[in-house]
């Protein structure tokens, strides 16, 4: 069983930067890949965003983010991270971390077995 908390969204206007954490526990984090996924509201479905490999060396994104988005992980600290920069009004969703996935499958929902609840972030104009 793992139990994944989100953290870091906020308010800020557009062309500011946050860095959203994912605390995982129970299993060590390093055995599994992790994503990131966001939803801008509620009943449309989730965008993947992107993913990155158990040991970090390996990741993955969805072009709307590539370049201003970053995925990275500390293992040490059953931790991965998204920093984004260069945020646009687009970027407003609920940002959900998961993990226990396939990173060859990770822009899939359904490779991964857990999910966190989500932060928010809102990006004003």
């Known amino acids: 069983q793992v139990q994944l908390v989100e953290s870091g969204g906020g308010l800020v206007q557009a062309g500011g930067s946050l860095r959203l954490s994912c605390a995982a526990s129970?299993?060590?984090?390093?055995?599994?890949?992790m994503g990131w996924f966001r939803q801008a509201a509620p009943g449309k479905g989730r965008e993947f965003v992107a993913v990155i490999s158990r040991s970090g060396a390996g990741t993955y994104y969805a072009d709307s983010v590539k370049g201003r988005f970053t995925i990275s992980r500390d293992n040490a600290k059953n931790t991965v991270y998204l920093q984004v920069n260069t945020l646009i009004p687009e970027d407003t969703a609920v940002y959900y971390c998961a993990a226990d996935g396939s990173f060859f499958l990770g822009a899939e929902e359904r490779t991964y077995r857990y999910w966190g609840q989500g932060t928010q972030v809102t990006v004003s104009s």
């Open positions: 129970g299993r060590t984090s390093s055995s599994y890949a």
